[in-house]
């Protein structure tokens, strides 16, 4: 089972499970037994806001590469949160391994009624490169910051996520008339 997975650590997208912990990320101990007179309440869901589709989206260069890329991760901590993922099934690349481990953890999640709370993604676009003639693919590099972002079942901390920063490689792409994430990792040197 997944408990975490983690923007940053391992080229974006380590996860923790229950065996282990990823770099970024804490295992803790759930607090002890309530007495038996007390009475455990159900913990408050983490609202979370879906980021808003860009205009820009409309741009088939280099402006609607770099909307893409921020909106495309901007909407990682909303589907975590609640399991939507709709949106981010359309924008993911057949070929992208960063969005297929991304939307499996939200699923099981979602599966194992745990709440994620935090993780939200700021994306600084450093650098836009000329779109690939060959591949129609548009690198970034981009300063990513992951937000502090905690797992709980029924109240109980599963696993946390320390506030994390790394410059990373984006790739986006067009296909049939739409923007796609087609993989996230380190840059290359």
Known sequence: MVLVGVLIAGGLG?????GGSSEGASESSPPPS???????SPAPKHVVVAPERPAALADDGPAGAK?????FL??????????ETTEWEAMSHSTCDYCKDRLEQA???????YVWAGGEIDVDIRHIYTQDAATGIWPLDAMLTQSAATVTADGDVISEISRASALRRLEVARENGRWVFVEAGNIPR
Request: glycine share 8%; aromatic share 2%.
């Open 14 to 18: 380590g996860c923790a499970s229950d």
């Open 34 to 40: 309530p007495t038996p007179e007390a009475t455990a």
């Open 67 to 71: 909307a893409a890329a921020v909106y």
């Open 107 to 113: 699923r099981e999640i979602q599966a194992g009624e």
């Open 74 to 83: 901007q909407l990682d901590a909303h589907m975590q949160a609640t399991g």
